[in-house]
């Protein structure tokens, strides 16, 4: 009987001073769900640069609010370093929004 998968959906925040840091999460990420398929578990990391697809908008963060289900969403990372991103019309930045 074919068993039933739990996916748990992990949305990184992070501005573009990080991107090593964004790059390993992806890849430690990616081994612990390949590693955990076999119990039922899928890992999966939502973030601009790979979830969002273009689209018209208020602004480019108004089209990141509208294509990500944050209400489905399970694990929060945010990633800063320097940055903290760029201001929108709503926020000090798309990181912090």
Same mark, same amino acid.
């Given at each position: =009987?074919?068993?039933? =998968?739990?996916?748990?959906?992990?949305f990184l925040a992070?501005s573009s001073d990080?991107n090593s840091e964004?790059?390993?999460?992806?890849?430690?990420? @990616?081994?612990?769900?390949? !590693?955990?398929? !076999?119990? *039922?578990?899928?890992? @999966? #990391?939502?973030?601009?640069?790979?979830?969002? #697809?273009? @689209?018209?908008?208020? /602004?480019? $963060? /108004?089209? #990141?609010?509208? $294509?990500?289900?944050? /209400?489905?969403? /399970?694990?929060?990372? *945010?990633? #800063?370093? !320097?940055?903290?991103? +760029?201001?929108?019309? !709503?926020?000090?930045?798309? +990181?912090?929004?």
């Amino acid at each position: =009987m074919p068993q039933a =998968m739990t996916g748990l959906r992990i949305f990184l925040a992070s501005s573009s001073d990080v991107n090593s840091e964004r790059v390993a999460l992806k890849k430690v990420v @990616n081994s612990l769900s390949n !590693r955990y398929v !076999r119990f *039922g578990l899928s890992l @999966n #990391v939502i973030s601009w640069e790979d979830s969002i #697809v273009p @689209n018209f908008g208020l /602004d480019p $963060q /108004d089209v #990141v609010n509208r $294509q990500i289900r944050f /209400d489905l969403i /399970d694990i929060f990372v *945010g990633i #800063v370093w !320097r940055r903290i991103g +760029t201001p929108t019309p !709503r926020a000090l930045s798309g +990181t912090i929004e």
